[in-house]
Protein backbone atom coordinates (compact mmCIF):
# COMPACT_ATOMS: atom_id res chain seq x y z
CA UNK A 1 0.00 0.00 0.00
CA UNK A 2 1.28 3.77 -0.76
CA UNK A 3 1.92 5.29 2.04
CA UNK A 4 0.11 8.73 1.84
CA UNK A 5 1.26 11.76 3.94
CA UNK A 6 -1.42 14.08 4.99
CA UNK A 7 0.16 16.97 2.33
CA UNK A 8 0.65 14.19 -0.46
CA UNK A 9 -3.28 13.72 0.16
CA UNK A 10 -4.01 17.59 0.11
CA UNK A 11 -2.20 17.64 -3.45
CA UNK A 12 -3.79 14.87 -4.30
CA UNK A 13 -7.71 15.96 -3.72
CA UNK A 14 -5.93 19.33 -5.60
CA UNK A 15 -5.17 17.53 -8.61
CA UNK A 16 -8.26 15.77 -8.90
CA UNK A 17 -10.30 19.02 -8.66
CA UNK A 18 -8.44 20.76 -11.53
CA UNK A 19 -8.32 17.53 -13.22
CA UNK A 20 -11.93 17.62 -14.00
CA UNK A 21 -12.27 20.36 -16.40
CA UNK A 22 -9.21 19.69 -18.33
CA UNK A 23 -10.99 16.32 -19.82
CA UNK A 24 -14.22 18.44 -20.39
CA UNK A 25 -11.43 20.75 -22.69
CA UNK A 26 -10.26 17.56 -23.85
CA UNK A 27 -13.49 17.32 -25.74
CA UNK A 28 -13.67 20.89 -26.74
CA UNK A 29 -10.36 21.30 -28.00
CA UNK A 30 -11.09 18.57 -30.82
CA UNK A 31 -14.00 20.84 -31.92
CA UNK A 32 -11.34 23.81 -31.77
CA UNK A 33 -8.82 22.37 -33.53
CA UNK A 34 -11.07 23.22 -36.81
CA UNK A 35 -12.33 26.51 -36.07
CA UNK A 36 -10.79 29.86 -37.08
CA UNK A 37 -10.13 31.18 -34.16
CA UNK A 38 -7.79 28.07 -33.24
CA UNK A 39 -7.52 26.77 -29.52
CA UNK A 40 -4.83 29.19 -28.22
CA UNK A 41 -6.75 31.40 -26.31
CA UNK A 42 -8.71 28.40 -24.57
CA UNK A 43 -5.79 27.15 -23.52
CA UNK A 44 -3.96 30.17 -22.13
CA UNK A 45 -7.42 29.80 -20.27
CA UNK A 46 -7.37 26.56 -19.41
CA UNK A 47 -3.49 27.06 -17.80
CA UNK A 48 -4.55 29.85 -15.95
CA UNK A 49 -7.76 28.50 -14.16
CA UNK A 50 -6.07 25.05 -13.30
CA UNK A 51 -3.09 26.56 -11.32
CA UNK A 52 -5.93 29.49 -10.03
CA UNK A 53 -7.53 25.66 -8.71
CA UNK A 54 -4.46 24.24 -7.54
CA UNK A 55 -3.22 27.42 -5.29
CA UNK A 56 -6.74 27.97 -4.01
CA UNK A 57 -7.10 24.34 -2.84
CA UNK A 58 -3.40 23.77 -1.68
CA UNK A 59 -3.63 27.38 0.08
CA UNK A 60 -6.77 26.63 1.81
CA UNK A 61 -5.40 23.12 3.15
CA UNK A 62 -1.54 24.84 4.02
CA UNK A 63 -2.10 28.34 4.47
CA UNK A 64 1.24 30.10 4.62
CA UNK A 65 3.25 27.85 2.48
CA UNK A 66 4.91 29.64 -0.80
CA UNK A 67 4.30 28.51 -4.34
CA UNK A 68 6.83 28.60 -7.15
CA UNK A 69 4.07 28.20 -10.56
CA UNK A 70 4.60 28.59 -14.14
CA UNK A 71 2.06 30.91 -14.56
CA UNK A 72 1.86 32.97 -11.65
CA UNK A 73 5.89 32.94 -10.56
CA UNK A 74 6.80 32.89 -6.87
CA UNK A 75 4.30 33.88 -4.26
CA UNK A 76 6.08 34.11 -0.76
CA UNK A 77 4.43 32.18 1.89
CA UNK A 78 4.87 33.69 5.88
CA UNK A 79 6.00 29.61 6.27
CA UNK A 80 9.52 30.12 4.68
CA UNK A 81 10.29 26.57 5.02
CA UNK A 82 7.26 24.96 2.59
CA UNK A 83 7.09 25.75 -0.50
CA UNK A 84 4.51 23.76 -3.88
CA UNK A 85 6.30 23.89 -6.93
CA UNK A 86 3.91 23.48 -9.86
CA UNK A 87 2.98 23.07 -13.33
CA UNK A 88 -0.62 22.93 -13.95
CA UNK A 89 -0.56 22.07 -17.33
CA UNK A 90 3.03 19.99 -18.44
CA UNK A 91 2.65 18.85 -21.85
CA UNK A 92 0.66 22.25 -23.56
CA UNK A 93 1.46 21.67 -26.98
CA UNK A 94 -0.05 17.56 -26.73
CA UNK A 95 -2.92 19.49 -24.99
CA UNK A 96 -3.43 21.97 -27.30
CA UNK A 97 -3.54 19.57 -30.05
CA UNK A 98 -5.94 17.27 -28.71
CA UNK A 99 -3.56 14.52 -27.27
CA UNK A 100 -4.32 12.86 -24.16
CA UNK A 101 -0.35 12.97 -22.89
CA UNK A 102 -0.36 16.14 -20.60
CA UNK A 103 -0.30 16.51 -16.73
CA UNK A 104 -0.15 18.27 -13.57
CA UNK A 105 2.47 18.43 -11.72
CA UNK A 106 3.14 19.16 -8.08
CA UNK A 107 6.01 18.72 -5.91
CA UNK A 108 6.07 20.29 -2.31
CA UNK A 109 9.55 20.85 -0.92
CA UNK A 110 10.64 21.36 2.81
CA UNK A 111 13.50 22.84 3.52
CA UNK A 112 14.82 22.88 0.09
CA UNK A 113 14.57 19.18 -0.14
CA UNK A 114 11.47 17.77 -2.30
CA UNK A 115 9.88 15.61 -0.20
CA UNK A 116 5.91 14.75 -1.58
CA UNK A 117 5.76 14.70 -5.49
CA UNK A 118 2.63 14.07 -7.92
CA UNK A 119 2.13 14.21 -11.32
CA UNK A 120 -1.54 13.05 -12.36
CA UNK A 121 -2.49 12.83 -15.99
CA UNK A 122 -6.48 13.46 -15.96
CA UNK A 123 -7.07 12.40 -19.20
CA UNK A 124 -6.20 8.41 -18.44
CA UNK A 125 -6.65 9.23 -14.72
CA UNK A 126 -2.77 8.00 -14.06
CA UNK A 127 -1.50 9.37 -10.51
CA UNK A 128 2.04 9.03 -10.13
CA UNK A 129 3.28 9.89 -6.52
CA UNK A 130 6.39 9.54 -4.29
CA UNK A 131 6.69 10.46 -0.88
CA UNK A 132 10.61 10.78 0.23
CA UNK A 133 11.49 7.25 1.76
CA UNK A 134 8.60 6.01 1.44
CA UNK A 135 8.43 4.62 -2.63
CA UNK A 136 6.73 5.84 -5.55
CA UNK A 137 3.28 4.70 -6.57
CA UNK A 138 1.06 4.45 -10.01
CA UNK A 139 -2.58 4.04 -8.90
CA UNK A 140 -1.07 2.90 -5.50
CA UNK A 141 0.99 0.25 -7.38
CA UNK A 142 4.17 0.29 -6.59
CA UNK A 143 6.89 1.15 -8.96
CA UNK A 144 10.59 0.72 -9.89
CA UNK A 145 12.63 1.59 -12.49
CA UNK A 146 13.47 -1.12 -15.44
CA UNK A 147 16.21 -3.57 -14.77
CA UNK A 148 17.86 -2.92 -18.15
CA UNK A 149 21.64 -3.25 -18.47
CA UNK A 150 22.50 -3.31 -22.05
CA UNK A 151 21.76 -0.22 -23.96
CA UNK A 152 21.04 -1.56 -27.26
CA UNK A 153 17.89 -3.08 -25.71
CA UNK A 154 17.09 0.50 -23.79
CA UNK A 155 14.25 2.58 -24.71
CA UNK A 156 15.34 6.37 -24.37
CA UNK A 157 13.00 9.87 -24.03
CA UNK A 158 13.97 12.97 -24.63
CA UNK A 159 12.62 16.43 -25.55
CA UNK A 160 13.61 18.32 -28.63
CA UNK A 161 13.67 22.27 -28.90
CA UNK A 162 11.19 23.96 -31.14
CA UNK A 163 10.71 27.23 -32.82
CA UNK A 164 11.96 29.89 -30.70
CA UNK A 165 14.73 28.15 -29.33
CA UNK A 166 17.98 29.05 -30.11
CA UNK A 167 19.82 28.30 -33.53
CA UNK A 168 22.87 26.08 -30.81
CA UNK A 169 20.40 24.35 -28.59
CA UNK A 170 18.68 22.40 -32.28
CA UNK A 171 22.44 21.37 -33.54
CA UNK A 172 23.62 21.06 -30.10
CA UNK A 173 20.24 18.36 -30.04
CA UNK A 174 21.07 16.95 -33.36
CA UNK A 175 24.53 16.22 -32.20
CA UNK A 176 23.04 14.41 -29.05
CA UNK A 177 20.65 12.26 -30.64
CA UNK A 178 23.32 11.08 -33.39
CA UNK A 179 25.54 10.37 -30.52
CA UNK A 180 23.27 7.85 -28.87
CA UNK A 181 20.61 6.86 -31.40
CA UNK A 182 22.42 4.57 -33.31
CA UNK A 183 22.76 2.33 -30.08
CA UNK A 184 19.66 2.39 -28.61
CA UNK A 185 16.26 0.19 -29.40
CA UNK A 186 14.68 3.37 -30.42
CA UNK A 187 14.38 7.03 -28.82
CA UNK A 188 11.12 8.84 -27.79
CA UNK A 189 9.49 12.53 -27.83
CA UNK A 190 6.64 12.51 -25.90
CA UNK A 191 6.54 16.02 -25.01
CA UNK A 192 5.82 15.99 -21.78
CA UNK A 193 9.00 15.98 -18.90
CA UNK A 194 6.75 15.37 -16.01
CA UNK A 195 5.19 12.18 -17.20
CA UNK A 196 8.82 11.31 -19.46
CA UNK A 197 10.45 11.23 -15.92
CA UNK A 198 6.96 9.40 -14.44
CA UNK A 199 7.70 6.81 -17.12
CA UNK A 200 11.26 5.99 -16.49
CA UNK A 201 9.91 5.58 -12.61
CA UNK A 202 7.34 3.02 -13.99
CA UNK A 203 10.08 1.11 -16.01
CA UNK A 204 8.96 2.16 -19.17
CA UNK A 205 11.66 4.24 -20.78
CA UNK A 206 15.27 3.62 -19.37
CA UNK A 207 16.33 6.71 -19.74
CA UNK A 208 14.93 10.49 -20.31
CA UNK A 209 17.26 13.12 -20.92
CA UNK A 210 16.43 16.95 -21.78
CA UNK A 211 17.99 20.43 -21.71
CA UNK A 212 16.66 24.04 -20.81
CA UNK A 213 13.97 22.97 -18.34
CA UNK A 214 12.39 24.49 -15.75
CA UNK A 215 12.09 23.68 -12.22
CA UNK A 216 8.49 22.62 -12.17
CA UNK A 217 8.83 20.66 -14.82
CA UNK A 218 11.12 18.18 -12.96
CA UNK A 219 10.46 18.62 -9.18
CA UNK A 220 8.15 16.27 -8.75
CA UNK A 221 9.27 13.76 -11.44
CA UNK A 222 12.48 13.74 -9.47
CA UNK A 223 11.14 12.33 -6.60
CA UNK A 224 9.35 10.03 -8.47
CA UNK A 225 12.29 8.74 -10.26
CA UNK A 226 14.17 8.93 -6.91
CA UNK A 227 12.25 6.92 -4.97
CA UNK A 228 11.39 4.12 -7.54
CA UNK A 229 15.13 3.61 -7.26
CA UNK A 230 16.16 5.42 -9.97
CA UNK A 231 18.98 7.78 -10.46
CA UNK A 232 18.63 11.89 -11.51
CA UNK A 233 21.76 13.87 -12.20
CA UNK A 234 22.02 16.96 -14.39
CA UNK A 235 23.81 16.52 -17.74
CA UNK A 236 27.42 17.55 -16.05
CA UNK A 237 26.36 15.08 -13.16
CA UNK A 238 25.42 17.09 -10.68
CA UNK A 239 22.29 18.02 -8.55
CA UNK A 240 21.68 21.00 -10.15
CA UNK A 241 18.86 19.94 -11.95
CA UNK A 242 16.40 22.90 -10.66
CA UNK A 243 18.09 25.64 -11.34
CA UNK A 244 20.39 24.58 -14.00
CA UNK A 245 17.35 23.18 -16.26
CA UNK A 246 19.40 20.25 -17.84
CA UNK A 247 18.46 16.39 -16.46
CA UNK A 248 19.10 12.52 -17.14
CA UNK A 249 16.84 10.38 -15.54
CA UNK A 250 17.85 6.56 -15.50
CA UNK A 251 18.33 3.16 -13.75
CA UNK A 252 21.87 2.61 -11.61
CA UNK A 253 23.58 0.48 -14.70
CA UNK A 254 22.47 2.93 -17.91
CA UNK A 255 22.92 6.41 -15.70
CA UNK A 256 26.61 6.97 -16.23
CA UNK A 257 26.74 5.13 -20.23
CA UNK A 258 24.53 7.52 -21.31
CA UNK A 259 25.79 10.09 -19.25
CA UNK A 260 29.41 9.32 -20.58
CA UNK A 261 27.93 9.81 -24.32
CA UNK A 262 26.18 13.01 -23.55
CA UNK A 263 29.02 14.21 -22.37
CA UNK A 264 31.10 13.60 -25.12
CA UNK A 265 28.94 15.94 -27.50
CA UNK A 266 30.60 19.04 -28.23
CA UNK A 267 28.11 21.69 -28.02
C1 LIG B 1 7.15 21.53 -21.76
C2 LIG B 1 7.11 20.01 -21.76
C3 LIG B 1 7.99 19.46 -22.86
C4 LIG B 1 9.39 19.98 -22.79
C5 LIG B 1 9.40 21.50 -22.77
C6 LIG B 1 8.54 22.02 -21.61
P1 LIG B 1 4.94 22.88 -21.01
O1 LIG B 1 6.35 22.07 -20.72
O2 LIG B 1 7.54 19.48 -20.52
O3 LIG B 1 8.05 18.05 -22.83
O4 LIG B 1 10.13 19.51 -23.88
O5 LIG B 1 10.70 21.94 -22.64
O6 LIG B 1 8.56 23.41 -21.62
O7 LIG B 1 5.30 24.15 -21.71
O8 LIG B 1 4.11 21.99 -21.82
O9 LIG B 1 4.44 23.11 -19.62
CA1 LIG C 1 6.12 22.21 -18.33
CA1 LIG D 1 2.97 24.20 -18.41
Same mark, same amino acid.
Given at each position: ????????????????????????????????????????????????????????????????????????????????????????? %????????????? +??? !?? &?? /? =?? @????????????????????????????????????????????????????????????????????????????????????????????? %????????????? +??? !?? &?? /? =?? @???????????????????????????????????????
Amino acid at each position: MAYISPALNVMMAAARKAGKPLIRDLGELENLQVSMKGPADFVTNADQRTEKILIEELSRARPGYGFLAEEGGTIEGKDRTHRFIIDPI %DGTTNFLHGIPHF +AIS !IA &LE /R =EG @QIVSALVYNPATDDMYVAEKGHGTFLNSKRLRVAARKTLNTALLATGLPFHGHAEERHARMQAELGAVMPHTAGVRRYGAASLDLAYVAAGRF %DAFWERGLAPWDV +AAG !IL &LV /R =EA @QGVVTDLDGGNNMLEGGSILAANDPLHPVVLKMLKGVKP
